[in-house]
């Protein structure tokens, strides 16, 4: 009976010994065994979506290179809404979760958040042509709606401690872009929208604009599952100090937040009036040439508007003319005899910068290929290699246009370009240049997406959904809040 007693005491001893030495794995150690990430996300222009080449958005950009580091396949979660995102992540279906998640003391209950990658503000919209609120008084018995669960709802129940008899509704069916919308079509009078995501939608939807902010300095970052193991978390800070140092994060918010906005108000909804009643005069032009060249003939429409606004009898004072507004020496050089007949403008137009692209160094890829070309078309290739030159001498990127652009800017600058190869440049209106054609290409693409299938170099960052809540059938009252908070998670 004894034996048996220390016998089976010695197994107990055993068991105890190898549960000790055999540790479950880190979360980071599961990812690289499982060669998995489960990241939950959301379909949205800050975060992940689909268009006709691919997976878009800056979240996908972000956690693609991620999981590259890791050397692990990603497989994205998607939800609907922004109230999933944390749950679905708390309940040990992903990694992690990242969603253009903004830090509040709520989330940090339930969540670790990692390095923080961009700040944002919340901003009170309203319709351009409309008047302008000064302050959170002047919204009373105004229509003013967001989505139910949104961190808008706990700004604005903030904001009744100044305004007690502040009055919103929370709308539990309708996302960003419908809300955005029913402004500019007149049903709301404002909605509350993140900075970052106001500057993906106003080139889409050019009437809105910033009332005041209602909340300023928000952080933005990924979050983790709360929980001692840090394993994972580390490495994405690692991973982000990486990009941040090598320019790519800069890169990534450049290319979804960067020419995005910058047309003005009325020259976007110009544009798009210009697109319907000018375009169709020239497009197939700029359509058989571009074949001929070998370039997409929405660019060479976004340069010949950037120029002429297509108008074929343009001329500047200092003598450039016709629609792509060629010099004589251009257009003699490559072979325009008429500058004012708009298929040889164009022809000549594409034949330029079919030519500056070929000397553009063959180890800048794309997209920073095309916007040095477009640089180069508007300053010459002297200049451009001024500012790369520059670039490299402060430590960063010569082949990234996000790091080039500062330094054309300062060509303009007659004491920084006196110690240049190439002397002064109107930097300023290269850049100009640059963003109005970026964003001009964009609101084509976008506009004829369904025609033509959108360049891997230059992604249409389109705020259409991907996936949606089926609307209520017919006759189905549609249940809003009004006024109350929520419990919901960022947005």
Known sequence: MLATRLKFGLLLCAAGLLG????????LEEVQ???????????SPTAYYLDASGPQGPE?????????????????????????????????????AAAGLTINPDSERVVDFGPVYQQVTEHLVYRDGRRRPQNLAQ?????????????????????????????????????????????????????VVKSNTFAVYRSYIPEIRVAFNLAEGESVAWAFPRRTDTSLRRAAERYFARIRANGDLDRIMDDYYGHQARPNYVGTRQFLADVRA????????????????????????????????????????TGVRGLMMLTEETAAAFGVEDRTDALQSIRGGARYLAHILKRIPADVSEPDRTAFALATYNMGLGHLLDARRFTRAGGSDWNR????????????????????????ARGG????????VQA??????YTTREELPLPGWMQQRSPAPLQTEAAPPKGTPTRLAARRGSNGETS
Not at 63 to 72: C, D, M, Y
Not at 429 to 436: K, L
């Open 20 to 27: 000790t030495c055999a540790r479950p794995p880190s979360l």
């Open 33 to 43: 065994r499982t060669g998995e990430l489960r990241v939950v996300t959301r379909n």
């Open 60 to 96: 996908y950009q972000l956690l693609s290179g991620f999981a590259r580091e890791l050397g692990v396949q990603l497989r994205l979660i998607v939800v609907e809404k922004a109230t999933e995102v944390l749950p679905t992540l708390v309940a040990g279906r992903a990694h992690l």
């Open 139 to 191: 919204l009373r018995g105004k229509r003013l709606e967001v989505s139910s669960g949104s961190s808008y709802v706990k700004t604005l129940a903030r904001a009744q401690a100044q305004v007690p008899d502040l009055v919103w509704t929370e709308n539990p069916h309708a996302d960003q872009n419908e809300l955005l919308n029913r402004v500019v079509a007149g049903a709301l009078d404002y909605t």
């Open 278 to 317: 000018k375009l169709p005069a020239y497009r197939q032009h700029f359509k058989s040439v571009a074949d001929e060249f070998g370039i997409d003939w929405r660019l060479l429409a976004a340069i010949g508007y950037q120029e002429s606004k297509w108008d074929p009898q343009a001329v500047s004072p």
């Open 401 to 424: 246009w996000v790091h080039v652009r500062p330094m054309v800017k300062k060509l303009a600058d007659p004491d920084f370009a006196a110690q240049s190869r190439h002397g002064y």
């Open 429 to 436: 209106e290269t850049v100009w240049f640059v963003d109005n």
């Open 440 to 445: 001009y290409f964009n609101l084509l693409a």
